[in-house]
């Protein structure tokens, strides 16, 4: 049995362990599965959401939350995170330089330097409860997903684990006492092929059921190496999903998911962009490439492996006072790839191999309840997270190779409140508060290489290779002579998130809230790049408070849903990726200094007869207003996002005709900061240095058109997405002050037709 099976099954017995105890507090109520109500047959259906980890309507959360059920993710071809935060307002993401599996996210102008797991993300994924600490993976398709919500702002009271910029919450479909399921396959441009299977199965009448899902996504590449004869930006992943839901007791409830998803890619399209005759180095000269181009120069075209585990166990009972919840999980994540970041056959600053090897266990204990004739209502838990991970990055330079491996150890613990009481008639009072202690822990392995006599694209035999001097000798912290080690004493971040807050309910259907939050990302130990014992002084947490409020209204008997949210943001000890040295590279996390974000949000729903209109705008102002990059461009955020959408359906005596068209729309984004760091002080980007890390505006047109047949369960659909074509990049490299740069090219032109049938 592998250690992968051993940890699922000690996190399934951790599960089991609780019941007994739960089983003691039994009652006679029932715990009822959570149901939209409805809201009349000419008006909007309402949302559920758990933002505030029970179920509520969403027009009752006074939280900035833009949530998706199941309707409007196929609408709007919602497949995959990055398509879930293109139709959210004030988020932006990037992509990664190993491929589609992961991303970066930031929320209102908060996001991480990178995704290296000495630095934790600001925006935290979470997936029926189970945190996702690392990036790799989590850009899944939503395969069978009940519903997906995007909370902005500061989350750390009731999410905890690094929220500052904001969550996403995933809750996948559970298995219920009928049996069914769907079929679903699609072909389309670029060889795309997908399907989808989902069954459920009633196995014990009203106690026991099962559900199982696969998923499949491939296509061929979005570019094309000819040098090396083999696409890029392709893509081939799987996804199986595997849940039980045991209802052992009416009040005593047990819910067991396994999921795995595993995909092998060619790495993403890097292009050299950006290139000035006289100023940049001559030999990058013959690989510019043209406006629109989709062909890569790169020397290697590596393919990069996915293979991720997730186990989850939660368990719920209803006791006489509240009902308690416990989620054990546990996640192991393996990927093994390498990039080509500037797209040249030419040994820039190649990763000729990333791996990163990690796993995580957690355990939360949640107990909700309301008291006083429903007047207060209340969350108290305690959560316990451990981390360990393996990363090594092998990064070749025309004459050295650096084997920068590092093997973090992270844990956290927590307890945490929150309450909501009626003061007065419509008027609530919310305050909520979590201790947090973060652990940090870290083992420094690097090894140095000397390229003799090959310092262009020749790939260097084993001969020209040999050992160079492990960098911390110098410095005084090797541990073992011969070798190269340095484990520095562990480091502590205690911290305090809290929240407190009014909301007033308006007569109809109506909220005004108001709100201030504080949140924390903890910090840590660098990378293991540094050359001297300056630069791994471990980095401290950043925060950030946020002042917000917002209304929420529903009109014309709930045919229009409005909501507007504004807020100012102080950001503290900003956690910076910094190019404090280019040969050999050397980047390390700096606390550089505040900034402000201003912004505001507005969501609106409307239905004109059949008509339904759906638009958003986010706006963001950001500010650097002290520190090193004090007047110079925030990386990350596009200051304006907006997006529309319309559905339209027409019924025929055979069955329903269904029109959907969106179009989502962001402003410039700069995907690094327009500063560099050097020995002498913060030096600005030239206007070339400037523009060679920004994508200029653009939107992204999509549409669908589906025919379901009344006579049959079977739905036909022709869909399309950025119809116009348009010519983007999803992430920039990091060459700017050498005066030439990269860029990640964004998916282009696709469409296709899928057909489903459910039984």
Not at 177 to 195: H, I
Not at 643 to 653: E, I, L, M, R
Not at 715 to 739: C, I, P, Q, W
Request: aromatic share 10%; with cysteine.
């Amino acid at each position: 049995m592998t250690a992968v099976h051993w940890k699922a099954l000690l996190c399934a017995s951790a599960s089991v362990l609780v019941l007994p105890s739960a089983a003691l507090a039994q009652t006679t109520g029932a715990a009822p599965e959570p149901e939209a109500p409805a809201s009349g047959p000419t008006g909007l259906e309402d949302v559920i959401v758990t933002a505030q980890r029970r179920e509520q309507r969403l027009q009752d959360v006074p939280v900035a939350v833009t949530a998706f059920g199941v309707r409007e993710l196929e609408r709007r071809q919602i497949t995959d995170v990055r398509a879930l935060t293109e139709n959210a307002p004030s988020i932006t993401f990037t992509a990664t330089p190993y491929g589609n599996n992961d991303l970066i996210l930031a929320i209102r102008g908060v996001a991480p330097g990178g995704v290296l797991p000495n630095v934790d993300q600001a925006v935290g994924t979470y997936v029926d409860g189970l945190y996702y600490a690392r990036p790799e993976g989590s850009n899944f398709a939503l395969v069978d997903v009940a519903s997906a919500e995007v909370l902005r702002g500061p989350q750390g009271t009731l999410f905890g684990r690094n929220t500052i910029g904001g969550a996403l919450n995933i809750t996948t479909n559970k298995p219920n006492y009928e049996f069914g399921g769907s079929l679903k396959v699609g072909y389309g441009n670029y060889d795309a092929l997908s399907a989808t299977a989902i069954v459920n199965l009633p196995l014990v009448e009203d106690k026991l059921a099962a559900r199982l899902v696969y998923g499949h996504v491939e296509h061929s590449g979005y570019g094309r190496n000819p040098t090396l004869g083999s696409d890029v930006a392709d893509q081939n992943d799987d996804f199986v999903r595997a849940s039980v839901r045991a209802d052992i007791a009416p009040e005593l409830r047990v819910d067991l998911s396994f999921d795995h998803y595993w995909g092998s890619n060619h790495q993403p399209l890097w292009v050299l962009n950006s290139y000035q005759a006289g100023l940049s180095p001559a030999m990058y000269a013959p690989y510019v490439a043209e406006p629109g181009s989709r062909i890569s120069q790169a020397g290697i075209n590596p393919v990069n492996d996915s293979r991720v585990y997730d186990f989850n166990g939660t368990i719920t009972a209803e006791l006489p006072f509240g009902v308690l919840k416990s989620i054990s999980a546990y996640r192991n994540v393996y990927f093994e790839g390498a990039t080509d970041l500037d797209g040249t056959p030419l040994p820039t600053a190649d990763t000729r191999e990333f791996v990163l090897d990690g796993e995580q266990v957690s355990q939360e204990l949640q107990l909700s309840g309301a008291s006083l004739s429903d007047r207060l209502n209340w969350t108290v838990g305690a959560y316990y997270f451990h981390e360990q991970v393996r990363n090594t990055p092998l990064t070749r330079i025309p004459a050295a190779i650096q084997d920068n491996t590092i093997r973090p150890d992270n844990k956290s613990v927590s307890v945490f409140a929150q309450a909501s009481y009626e003061i007065l008639p419509s008027l609530r009072f919310t305050a909520g508060v979590r201790a947090v202690k973060d652990t940090r822990g870290m083992t420094y392995t690097p090894a140095r290489y000397v390229v003799t006599g090959y310092p262009t694209n020749a790939e260097p035999p084993a001969s020209a290779i040999t050992p160079g001097p492990c960098p911390f000798t110098a410095m005084g912290l090797n541990e073992a002579p011969g070798s190269c080690l340095y484990t520095p004493d562990d480091i502590s971040f205690e911290t305090v998130p809290f929240t407190v807050g009014l909301d007033y309910r308006l007569p109809g259907d109506g909220l005004l809230y108001a709100k201030y939050s504080k949140g924390f990302r903890t910090g840590g130990f660098q990378q293991a790049s540094g050359t001297t014992a300056a630069f791994f002084t471990p980095f401290n947490e950043e925060s950030v408070g946020s002042y917000e409020i917002g209304a929420k209204l529903a009109l014309f008997e709930n045919r229009l849903r409005f909501s507007a949210s504004s807020f100012f943001s102080t950001f503290d000890d900003i956690q910076q990726n910094a190019i404090l040295q280019t040969s050999p590279v050397v980047i390390a996390v700096l606390n550089s200094g505040t900034a402000e974000i201003y912004g505001a949000e507005f969501e609106a729903t409307a239905l004109l007869g059949d008509l339904r209109l759906h638009g958003s705008l986010g706006l963001i102002e950001p500010k650097f207003t002290d520190g090193p990059y004090k007047g110079s461009e925030v990386p990350t955020v596009a200051k304006t996002t907006w997006s529309v959408s319309a559905d339209y359906p027409v019924q025929f005596n055979a069955g329903r005709l269904d029109l959907h068209l969106d179009y989502n729309w962001r402003s410039d984004v700069y995907f690094l900061n327009t500063v560099s760091i050097t020995a002498a002080g913060p030096v600005d980007l030239s206007e070339f240095q400037r523009k060679s890390i920004r994508q200029d505006a653009y939107g992204l047109l999509n549409a669908q058109v589906s025919w379901t047949f009344d006579a049959r369960p079977i739905t036909v659909a022709l869909y399309g997405k950025n119809l116009t074509d348009e010519y983007f990049a999803a992430r920039s490299g990091s060459f700017a002050a050498s005066n030439f740069n990269s860029i990640v090219v964004g998916s282009p032109r696709t469409y296709g037709m899928s057909v489903s049938y459910a039984f």
